[in-house]
């Protein structure tokens, strides 16, 4: 299929903006909104008895699991192993009878996700796909396939791929909640109702686009930037430090916020800009505390937040929507794309197919 830019500057852009529409799309596969209940493909095992689930996969689609794990282990409450599928083999799984293994890729070819299903199913666990590519080697060597209905992407650095993945995902854990028993009919449909208006909630998200050009252009001359959050959205943070240097080739590190005081802490001063994520959740007050000590040390803080209160000190704030549990990192993936993909155009990179990477890496 032919697929041009339109009226954007790179495919990156185009598909950053896309989100609201392919992520309404993804649900609209997943979510019956009338009946309140969240619709999977047909699995050739008991969605009720599942007693481990790993997620594997590599670089975006590895911070999709990592988010997913706490959608998983909350709502549905089952133990959740999250893998970089280049050292899964390696470390010799010791693997659960029964266990379901799902596999994370964009592509549905990355070379080291495909050999670790390759053990998995060797071994005898029951395998999914969650791919974007429905032709692809793992969507046919897996169990059960979860299409994430992006359309293709052409950018390198994944964006809608990623929002898709979890939005996915999300729904996967409301399911897996309520095939277990762990959540009645009611809540399912309250988490349906929640993930419906995720991609309005993107929309919004998306008019912070020039705030956020201009905060990336303070920062696209800093040589390190770190990026922190905690909880399910340390991930995120995660996911903030690849894109960045992916793109923008500036040497950035996601980290748990609370962690930044045993060791990182050190590289702070008045040339590392640090992007908070941080919304009013339960541990709001933790982070806010843990900038405010980069604050001391003059470090230049970015908060990203629902929270109204102006932050004296700070460098930047941008204000995001409140949201739940399962719309919150998906509508935090939004800023952390724009901010490397601003910094990427103001350094003059190759934004779309940036230097040494590939779209799908089919080695390992
Ligand atoms: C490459 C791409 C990344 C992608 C990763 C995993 O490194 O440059 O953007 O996240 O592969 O790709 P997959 O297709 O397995 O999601």
Redesign the pocket.
Known sequence: TMVDKGNYRHFMQKEIFEQPTVVAQALGRYLDPNAGTVCLPETPFDLANIPRITLI?????YYAAEVARYWIEQLARIPVDVDIASEFRYREPVYTEGGLAIF???????AD?LAALRHAKAAGQHIAALVNMPGSTMAREADVVLPIHAGPEIG???TK?FTCQLAVLASLAVKLASAKGEINSNEEAGYVKELNHIPALMAEVLHHDEALQGIARSISTARDILFVGRGIHYPIAMEGALKLK?ISYIHAEGYAAGELKHGPIALIDEHVPVIGIAPEDSLFDKTLSNLQEIMARQGKVVMFSDSETKQEGMFAQLKMPSAGFLSSAILYAIPVQLLAYYAAVEKGTDVDQPRN?????TVE
Do not use: N, P
């Open positions: 996969a590599c670089g975006t689609s994370i890729s964009q592509s549905g070819e990355t996700t390198v650095a994944s791929a992916e990477l590939a779209k799908s890496v």
